[in-house]
């Protein structure tokens, strides 16, 4: 079936360090990718997408390519700050069912 | 602009009893889903709805039900609570064919 797997956590990183999270999607044709991000104590915000194959998301410092060929979505930043602690997930909207399936998600820690 | 609203905020049930919770969508999103997730864990989809109609089921058993009414807010109810049903609940909503949804802040329930 439908599934996405995350890279797990949890991660701890310096302020300024890069970052990548690794996730790979299992899914008939040709889903629409996602990363979302929560706060503690808060629902979730989506923070990037990408709806067709090579297409790149970016938004806030962060990027994330849609890899058909290896069906794959990495989350990356180049110089990560505090305030980007948080629980990151990776999702995929099932065409036709639209549903989003989740990763478990990635917990980030950013220490100064 | 009011984004996706959910009440209540907390509550604490006891096991066997019934609750509701309620979502109001964004302004001229007709597309409301639920998506309940356990601590530690990503959002697992229960339901989606477009036009008071249910067009996608999760997997939850019958004890799970919804609706929405014609203004497009809707409604979450859980009969006869098991421990297990403790968690965050999300409402998300979208533009119809749209390839994205916000989510608000969610319900945690506490079943006890």
């Known amino acids: 079936g439908d599934s996405v797997t995350q890279m797990e956590g949890p991660v701890t990183l310096s302020e300024e360090a890069f970052l990548t999270i690794n996730c790979t999607y299992t899914a008939t044709g040709y889903p629409s990718l996602f990363w979302y991000v929560q706060y503690p104590g808060e629902g979730l915000q989506l923070l990037l997408k990408a709806t067709k194959a090579d297409d790149k998301g970016s938004n806030k410092g962060f990027e994330a390519t849609y890899r058909k060929e290896t069906t794959s979505f990495h989350l990356e930043k180049g110089s990560v700050q505090v305030s980007d602690s948080a629980v990151y997930f990776c999702?995929?909207?099932?065409?036709?069912?639209?549903?989003?399936?989740f990763g478990q998600g990635t917990r980030l820690t950013i220490n100064p | 602009d009011a984004g996706v609203t959910q009440s209540p905020t907390h509550l604490i049930k006891t096991r066997g009893q019934h609750v509701t919770l309620r979502c109001s969508p964004i302004?001229?999103?007709?597309?409301v889903s639920w998506y309940q997730q356990v601590l530690g864990q990503g959002p697992q989809f229960i339901f989606q709805?477009?036009?008071?109609?249910?067009?996608g089921r999760g997997n939850f058993p019958d004890r799970f039900s919804a609706r929405q009414f014609p203004n497009y807010s809707s409604e979450l109810n859980v009969n006869a609570l098991l421990l297990g049903d403790s968690a965050l609940y999300l409402c998300a909503s979208s533009l119809v064919g749209a390839r994205g949804y916000t989510f608000g802040s969610g319900t945690r329930l506490t079943v006890v």
């Open positions: 302004s001229g999103h007709k597309s």
């Open positions: 709805y477009y036009e008071k109609e249910e067009r």
């Open positions: 999702a995929c909207l099932i065409q036709g069912a639209q549903k989003l399936v």
